[in-house]
């Protein structure tokens, strides 16, 4: 099975192509993936408000990070990966760099 999942994160909008051995897996990553978060737990923007934007980082050990960053706090919400594959959406939360 293939899914073709669009969402849009700002004023981008995202086309993503999916297809995985399993018709549950295919569907549980294009559910997560058309799903990004659109509240901010944190100072309760919105995208009617002052919206998000999707950004991404690699760290030293060559980790990759994607987050959906609102755009009036800076707080973060992370896609999370399951350990048996998958993608799930964390709540938004103040982030703070680590040194």
Not at 43 to 68: A, H, M, R, T, W
Request: aromatic residues 12%; hydrophobic residues 30%; proline residues 3%.
């Amino acid at each position: 099975m293939k899914a073709i999942v669009k969402t849009t994160i700002g004023k981008v909008e995202y086309t993503f192509e999916l297809e995985e051995q399993s018709e549950l897996d295919t569907l549980h990553k294009a559910a997560a993936l058309a799903n990004p978060p659109d509240f901010c737990d944190e100072c309760e923007n919105s995208p009617e408000q002052d919206g998000f934007k999707l950004v991404s980082n690699k760290d030293k050990e060559n980790n990759i990070y994607v987050n959906v960053l609102c755009n009036r706090c800076g707080a973060k919400a992370k896609l999370g990966l399951y350990k048996s594959g998958g993608y799930f959406w964390k709540k938004f939360e103040d982030w703070k760099k680590q040194n």
